[in-house]
């Protein structure tokens, strides 16, 4: 079945500068990786994704990146700010089934 | 369309008592998916489910734990004579389509907490 490894666990960056999570996943028939975002005492909430058809998607100050042969995703999020600390996951579809969660990020802006 | 709602968000339980866990589903969304999240970790994968059937259970316990997606209703995530390590908080997410085409949407979460 998918395995989704997710790093780091914890990332500290300062208001302004750039922030990068990366995925690796196991199954190549796997066509599909969306990034959460979770806020404490919230759900996951979709915040980008991307399927396997292209190589990098943007929306504003987050971008995901696909790499299809070495099988790793990558989160990028600009100009950071305070508001964007939170828990981020990366998924990857189990075939015919769930999706699969890495472990999560916990990113952590300072001003 | 209101998202996937989860009800009760809290629920305290003494051992051995049952715990009932509701979700709606988005409206037009078929596809029900359960997951455990335990303090400071990640999203486990317990069940899917399509209505009225079980598609893949295999994140869930075999002793205890059961789902259901009825034809009419919420999708119910039943838990048996509950112990001190089923304290976690449990998500629902729906989808209209099955997980590779689409995005799934989660719920706010019930927490539970066994005492």
Same mark, same amino acid.
Request: charged fraction near 25%; include cysteine.
């Given at each position: 079945?998918?395995?989704?490894? /997710?790093?780091?666990?914890?990332?500290?960056? /300062?208001?302004?500068?750039?922030?990068?999570?990366?995925?690796?996943?196991?199954?190549?028939?796997?066509?599909?990786?969306?990034?959460?975002? /979770?806020?404490?005492?919230?759900?996951?909430?979709?915040?980008?994704?991307?399927?396997?058809?292209?190589?990098?998607?943007?929306? /504003?100050?987050?971008?995901?990146?696909?790499?299809?042969?070495?099988?790793?995703?990558?989160?990028?999020?600009?100009?950071?700010?305070?508001?964007?600390?939170?828990?981020?996951?990366?998924?990857?579809?189990?075939?015919?089934?769930?999706?699969?969660?890495?472990?999560?990020?916990?990113?952590?802006?300072?001003? | 369309?209101?998202?996937?709602? +989860?009800?009760?968000?809290?629920?305290?339980?003494?051992?051995?008592?049952?715990?009932?866990?509701?979700?709606?589903?988005?409206?037009?969304?078929?596809?029900?998916?359960?997951?455990? +999240?335990?303090?400071?970790?990640?999203?486990?994968?317990?069940?899917?489910?399509?209505?009225?059937?079980?598609?893949?259970?295999?994140?869930?316990?075999?002793?205890?734990?059961?789902?259901?997606?009825?034809?009419?209703?919420?999708?119910?995530?039943?838990? +048996?004579?509950?112990?001190?390590?089923?304290?976690?908080?449990?998500?629902?997410?729906?989808?209209?389509?099955?997980?590779?085409?689409?995005?799934?949407?989660?719920? +706010?979460?019930?927490?539970?907490?066994?005492?």
């Amino acid at each position: 079945g998918e395995n989704v490894e /997710q790093h780091p666990s914890t990332l500290s960056v /300062q208001e302004g500068d750039s922030a990068v999570i990366k995925c690796t996943y196991s199954d190549s028939a796997s066509n599909y990786f969306p990034w959460y975002k /979770q806020e404490l005492g919230k759900g996951p909430q979709l915040i980008i994704d991307i399927r396997s058809n292209v190589g990098e998607k943007k929306d /504003q100050r987050i971008a995901v990146t696909l790499n299809k042969t070495a099988k790793h995703f990558s989160l990028h999020i600009t100009e950071t700010q305070p508001e964007d600390s939170a828990v981020y996951f990366c998924a990857a579809p189990k075939a015919g089934t769930a999706l699969i969660f890495g472990k999560g990020t916990t990113l952590s802006v300072s001003s | 369309n209101a998202g996937v709602m +989860q009800n009760p968000r809290h629920l305290v339980r003494r051992r051995g008592q049952e715990a009932r866990l509701r979700c709606s589903p988005m409206k037009g969304h078929s596809h029900v998916y359960w997951y455990r +999240q335990l303090p400071e970790e990640g999203l486990k994968f317990m069940v899917y489910l399509q209505k009225e059937n079980i598609i893949d259970e295999s994140g869930m316990p075999k002793e205890r734990f059961s789902a259901e997606f009825p034809k009419e209703g919420p999708s119910i995530l039943r838990i +048996q004579q509950v112990v001190r390590g089923d304290s976690a908080a449990y998500f629902c997410a729906s989808s209209p389509l099955a997980p590779e085409g689409t995005e799934a949407f989660f719920g +706010q979460g019930t927490r539970l907490t066994v005492v």
